[in-house]
């Protein structure tokens, strides 16, 4: 061996990140086992239930017109999951996806986790792709499990032996399901969006309380902007634009426009807030 050879210092052991899906299966072991996301999502499966034995007692809230989706209720246990999603996304959906966002980043930086994961060989942009599939998989969970819960107390309490729609005809039992599948999956992709933008804000903060706060304040503002006529020119930058959309799923022919116009509107949310969080996580200090 020659001098210059003693010289090299021998090479060290390759630092190399762990595979991806092993990464994702640590997630969502992490978000699944929070006491509070399972507390959420038994508060979610319970709403339906609550919802229905209160129909089915009273006889549902009559004379307010065919067009009430909790009227539509009575008698007809189908409608029951459309019914809570429309109550659910307008706070409770969201709150417990931005809960979850904000475990994801602020949660970590609170608990002094996160520097660990910045100074980790593993990428950034990997890192929030990580941090947002547990979001996704809550968000797309915590809307499966109050469809299911409404489906099955729409059936045992309030009864009914297909889905009568707000138009006035009859679905069989296996179309009716359908609705209600294309119901939880358009607010599915809602739900997805918010939890985006709940995750670019628990980016700049430490702060978990604050990424809630800042997620449901700000569509608790977007509502009220909503109902300004002066305002109109906002509504299409408004998430909550066509959220009361999910209901036509219960007319008979879908009416297609708003449900499409409120996905491609949620896209843009993901994809802003998405790329708002990877683009402060690139540039944060460890």
């Known amino acids: 061996m020659t001098a210059i050879d003693a010289a090299v210092p021998a090479p060290g052991p390759t630092r190399t990140s762990a595979p991806l899906g092993r990464v994702l299966l640590a997630e969502l072991r992490w978000v699944l086992r929070r006491p509070r996301n399972l507390l959420a999502l038994l508060m979610l499966a319970g709403l339906p239930v609550l919802l229905g034995t209160a129909i089915a007692l009273t006889g549902g809230p009559g004379g307010r017109g065919g067009d009430s989706v909790l009227a539509a209720v009575a008698g007809n246990g189908l409608v029951l999951p459309v019914a809570a999603l429309v109550l659910a996304q307008t706070l409770l959906l969201p709150l417990v996806v931005a809960m979850v966002a904000a475990d994801a980043l602020a949660g970590e930086s609170a608990h002094g986790t996160l520097r660990g994961l910045l100074l980790a060989p593993v990428g950034r942009v990997r890192l929030v792709g990580v941090k947002a599939f547990g979001v996704l998989v809550l968000a797309v969970l915590a809307v499966t499990v109050l469809a299911v819960s409404g489906v099955l107390t729409g059936l045992i309490i309030v009864g009914g032996d297909g889905l009568v729609t707000l138009s006035g005809t009859t679905l069989p039992i296996g179309s009716a399901l359908g609705r209600v599948a294309l119901a939880a999956g358009w607010s599915a992709v809602q739900m997805a969006a918010i939890g ?73 949310y993901l994809l802003i807030g998405l790329s708002a969080a990877i683009t402060r996580m690139v540039t944060k200090d460890a």
């Open 196 to 268: 985006m933008i709940a995750l670019a804000i628990s980016s700049l903060t430490e702060h978990p309380l604050v990424v809630m706060a800042a997620t449901v304040g700000g569509l608790i503002i977007f509502g009220v902007l909503g109902t300004i006529p002066a305002l109109d020119w906002l509504q299409p930058v408004l998430i909550t634009t066509d959220w009361s959309a999910v209901m036509d799923v219960l007319r008979d022919p879908i009416s297609s426009d708003s449900l499409m116009t409120g996905l491609l509107r949620a896209g843009c």
